[in-house]
């Protein structure tokens, strides 16, 4: 399976979970930290857990560890590093504060 598919099963991940303003950003040529930023937000600490939890379930299936999170246990901005994917999943506040939307705006947008 190819990274791009492994980053809309991430997606798919956080949509089931009702994740919102889900944006796939490819990273490619861009960045050399990351092939795919997957950033979304959600509405509770605990919808972002659940949203968190989901995309390492199905990439777990898919073949794909998790390397590293932070922000679980406070639950406004969880990070989940899958080397060639990294997911950031925000309150509104924090998302709309850090602003990675814009800042990795000259990347192409995966539907």
């Known amino acids: 399976m190819d990274i791009l598919e492994l ?3 991430a ?3 956080v949509e ?3 994740g919102e303003d889900i944006k796939v950003l490819d990273l490619r040529g861009i960045s050399n930290i990351t092939d795919f930023f997957i950033i979304a937000s959600g509405n509770n600490p605990n919808q972002l857990r659940a949203m968190a ?3 390492e379930e199905k990439l777990f299936k898919a073949g794909l560890k998790l390397h590293h999170s ?3 246990t406070g639950g406004i901005w969880i990070l989940l590093d899958f080397g060639n994917i990294i997911v ?3 309150n509104k506040e924090q998302r709309d504060f850090y602003s990675l939307d814009r800042v990795w705006g000259d990347a192409k947008e995966i539907e």
Do not use: Q, R, T
């Open 70 to 72: 932070e922000g679980y």
């Open 53 to 55: 939890d989901m995309v």
């Open 88 to 90: 950031h999943l925000f």
């Open 16 to 18: 089931d979970k009702k």
């Open 7 to 9: 980053a809309k099963i």
């Open 11 to 13: 997606k798919d991940a």
